[in-house]
């Protein structure tokens, strides 16, 4: 008996090598992404190009493409929120400020930007997977579900937007941030020459 597996294990051995290489090929090429921020999401925007265009041409798969808008607009409530949710628990951390008298706290996400391009990336390529196999392709009637999501995602952002107001924080960074304060002195004792 333990002669047999001993056999099974070093046959499965190269196997389980093979796919650890390529576990690490991946990771090696993700890793070599992370600085390249817009040509991810130029890749990801034509990888969302090629699903729609494969959906729009089967005229189906239309429960498969709800549930991934339902699953990205989770992702981007999570890539919009605060890691720490003031409404959700009080923590002895970093808060956001609420008051301009509030020392400034940098906003860090719930969900960071690589992690979250990732998962938008990979529901995509699971989806487009899905609509080659036809039992996900269960007959509905599109518009409805439509309106379902749009309504969906106007009360989530609405509740996302009103969150952001209240405790004054924008999720974005808007180019470097230019201090406004006194002019440098070597400027102002040259004019003083004069």
Known sequence: MEGTEGGSASAASPVNQYWQ???????????KSTPHTTYRWIGTLVLASIYALRVFYVHGFYIVSYGLGIYLLNLLIGFLSPLVDPDMEPSNGPLLPTKGSDEFKPFI???PEFKFWYSFTKAFCIAFVMTFLSVFDVPVFWPILLCYWIVLFALTMRRQIAHMIKYKY???NLGKQKYGGKK?????SGSRAD
Not at 21 to 31: E, I, P, T, W
Not at 184 to 188: D, E
């Open 184 to 188: 440098s002195s070597a400027s102002s």
């Open 109 to 111: 996400r719930r969900l």
């Open 170 to 172: 924008i999720p974005f």
């Open 21 to 31: 290489q390529c576990s690490k090929l991946f990771q090696y090429y993700l890793d």
